[in-house]
């Protein structure tokens, strides 16, 4: 976009009376042109930005710093910051006060600048000034380069971690959109991202226009918290809020966990940080004529974060409702404009009288600015952008940009996913429970699930039950079925570990599921926890091979991605299952009962033909639970090999909580300080997320090194959609997650 249409559009007028802007003629003529070290163009970029005088500056209320310098390892992956941060003058002392090994840029700064010491060094390439919209339609940002090109590479590199940075600043504030900038030499370009894509500008001489930059950097100064993105309707929580947070908070995990002392504490930190709880507001509507009403929630640590820049985004904490006093669960989410709400499809199960599903207590769209009059929502924007006459494509393939609607959903009750299970007892009980739900949405409602999977189900305690119950969660993939039970919305949608074979092997998403694949998908979640958690025959080898395979495989067709081979061989011949041997007898014969219901195997064909039923199999499950002894407590940790990828050194960084001082080390107030409210409210929303950088960054490096050894490239990495993090206890009964566990599961949510 042309620099001036991109300030118009993205940043409000500013008020009329300018006395505070600083002259914009020669605002950067000390910028060099070009540089052999970033450093070069960084230390007279700063001096000119933070330029004033008495009564004017550049970008009044706000102070640009040396951000790349504070770092205990400024060059390597995974600890390296942008060169430049921009930060609320009120924020900036608390900034430097911070230690290097902490994240707290990121959490406080309010758009930030890369730098490259030449224009070659650039992202993109742009069309000859007078192109008009066919040149444009045709020329490729980005494809102007020889991809085996070192510099090439180096680009890539530079690009992968600015993206990696902007994700960083999403995952750690409450944003609806942010603005970064790029130096090339002294050019310059701006960008802004929202959960949808980004929109950047064409690049442009700082040295020549310096008007450009200086404009938009005073109507950023002069516009609202919301008109630089931040989400308004969260702020710091007041001392007895946090209070009442932690208190309840304590009290819901002795009871869901059955904890006390130490490791009471421990599980604790899962979910509060002291010093770091936010309020965050939810705005809701009982009925289409009813007004609408806020409703305030206090949250501290998530136990869900996004680990991408784009999608939905998805971040869940365990929340108080400072009205009720009740502990639920907060999802914060970025929904397709098109699609329902989860939170009227649970009520809608709920007046059904669907069994083992939660509740929703309040949700709506995220209003834009309150109060409550404003009818404004927050929504991504670059769809708007994608016909304009100036548009250029990135890159070969058309690309369809959804738009997308901030959303928020309140749930009851909360609890702990079903890798938590006690032993198989609780596993196979927990499971009934889902396929009770499961049965009572198709009948009741005509309602499948489509994403029945580990970060789908959770146990909840009950009264004094030794046995916690199992609650299917996540609805809004679910879909009606139509008369032959079909489902009315083809394609495969949830997590691909989990998914059905013949949906798996469906690259071009024309098949319609059914019930029968959601019923695959709950023998696989049965399958996946007892391989992972219950002793059997397997050693640490056969057994990551097992899992690698039967979970995770995909491969390239037809232009798209297809799995599920491993899965339709081993219904026709168990050449994978059969090499499985659970200690537990009676976990064995279901395990064997249900694969055959599933796809009957030879001498049983007749016996099993016609059982893959919802009735057929609850009748079974539910007379095995009633007539069979299950072990109790008898839950293992067992061992699994996996080589080291990319993703794998990616998500390391992030799923490991408590090894780093920088995961503790969050913007947020200490002792009586009290930081601006806005910036605040970040809060770093992921308290425990350590650095981001490392993602698109060490694909690239690590695909470039072994180019350069003649090695092969690794195939794709599989999308994450969130990290669901696990408390850091270790209940009587029950083993923690290893974090290459929790990798895994991030790792398969597509």
């Not at 339609?137 to 993206?163: C, K, P």
Request: aromatic share 8%; net charge neutral; hydrophobic share 35%.
């Amino acid at each position: 976009m042309p620099m001036q249409e991109f300030t118009d559009a993205f940043l409000p007028s500013p008020p009329d009376d300018r006395d505070g802007f600083l002259s914009s003629r020669d605002a950067f003529r000390s910028v060099p042109a070009e540089a052999q070290w970033p450093a070069s163009i960084c230390k007279p970029l700063i001096s000119a930005l933070n330029k004033m005088t008495a009564h004017k500056s550049r970008c009044p209320g706000f102070v640009f710093e040396d951000a790349a310098s504070r770092s205990s390892h400024p060059r390597r992956l995974g600890y390296m910051k942008p060169h430049i941060c921009c930060f609320a003058a009120d924020n900036v002392d608390l900034v430097r006060a911070s230690k290097k090994s902490s994240r707290i840029e990121f959490g406080y700064a309010e758009l930030f600048i890369e730098v490259k010491a030449h224009p070659n060094h650039d992202f993109f390439f742009d069309p000859p000034p007078d192109a008009d919209a066919n040149a444009r339609a045709s020329h490729h940002l980005a494809l102007n380069y020889d991809a085996e090109d070192e510099a090439v590479r180096e680009v890539n590199l530079t690009f992968g971690q600015h993206i990696a940075y902007v994700t960083e600043v999403f995952a750690r504030q409450f944003r609806a959109f942010y603005f970064s900038i790029s130096f090339s030499g002294s050019r310059a370009r701006v960008f802004r991202w929202d959960r949808a894509g980004c929109v950047f500008s064409e690049s442009f001489d700082v040295r020549q226009r310096p008007e450009l930059l200086c404009e938009f950097l005073w109507r950023f100064s002069q516009g609202s918290a919301a008109s630089r993105g931040h989400d308004v309707t969260v702020e710091v929580a007041l001392p007895d809020e946090e209070t009442l947070f932690r208190t309840l908070i304590e009290q819901e995990i002795s009871i869901q966990l059955s904890v006390r002392g130490q490791q009471l504490g421990q599980a604790i930190r899962q979910h509060y940080l002291p010093g770091k709880a936010t309020a965050i507001q939810v705005l809701t509507q009982e009925a289409p004529d009813a007004p609408q009403q806020t409703s305030r929630f206090i949250v501290s640590r998530p136990v869900v974060s996004p680990l991408s820049e784009v999608g939905r985004g998805t971040r869940g904490f365990w929340a108080v409702d400072v009205r009720n006093h009740r502990v639920l669960f907060l999802k914060d989410t970025w929904r397709s404009i098109s699609s329902g709400l989860e939170g009227d499809t649970l009520q809608h199960l709920n007046n059904m009288g669907v069994c083992n599903v939660p509740y929703a207590a309040a949700h709506g769209d995220v209003p834009c600015v309150l109060p409550e009059d404003e009818h404004e929502y927050q929504r991504t924007r670059t769809h708007e952008y994608t016909s304009r006459p100036w548009v250029c494509p990135t890159g070969p393939e058309e690309r369809r940009i959804t738009q997308l609607k901030h959303y928020r959903l309140v749930l009851g009750p909360v609890g702990y996913d079903i890798r938590y299970f006690s032993g198989s007892d609780e596993l196979l009980h927990a499971t009934y429970d889902v396929l009770a739900a499961m049965k009572d949405a198709l009948v009741k409602d005509s309602r499948l699930h489509r994403d029945v999977s580990v970060g789908n189900i959770i146990l909840v305690r009950q009264g004094e039950k030794s046995i916690r119950t199992g609650y299917l969660i996540d609805w809004e993939s679910s879909c009606n079925v139509d008369k032959s039970g079909e489902a009315m919305k083809p394609g495969r949608a949830g997590t691909w570990a989990f998914m059905s074979g013949r949906l798996l092997a469906d690259p071009d998403g024309e098949l319609k599921p059914a019930i029968q694949d959601d019923m695959e998908s709950l023998l696989y979640v049965v399958l996946y926890c007892a391989l992972h958690w219950l002793p059997h025959n397997l050693n640490k080898k056969d057994l990551s091979d097992l899992i690698s395979l039967f979970f995770d495989y995909r491969k390239p067709l037809r232009g798209g991605v297809a799995g599920g081979i491993p899965k339709l061989l081993n219904a026709e011949n168990r050449h994978l299952t059969g090499k499985v041997t659970f200690a537990s007898k009676t976990l064995q014969e279901w395990s064997d009962t249900v694969m055959n219901y599933n796809a009957p195997l030879g001498d049983s064909a007749e016996e099993f033909k016609n059982k893959w039923y919802p009735d057929e199999l609850d009748t079974f499950w539910a007379d095995f639970l009633r007539t069979r002894t299950l072990a109790q407590g008898d839950r293992v940790l067992n061992e699994i090999e996996r080589p080291r990828g990319p993703i794998e050194s990616f998500c390391t960084s992030m799923l490991d909580d408590d090894s780093s001082e920088s995961s503790l080390d969050s913007p947020l107030s200490v002792g009586d300080r009290t930081p601006n409210p806005v910036a605040a409210s970040a809060h770093e929303a992921a308290v425990d997320i350590p650095s981001t950088t490392g993602s698109a960054a060490t694909r690239v490096t690590r695909e470039a090194s072994r180019k350069r050894r003649g090695v092969p490239a690794a195939s794709q990495p599989k999308r994450a959609r969130t990290i669901r993090s696990m408390p850091q206890t270790k209940p009587a009964g029950r083993v923690a997650l290893r974090r290459s566990e929790r990798i895994r599961e991030q790792r398969s949510r597509g």
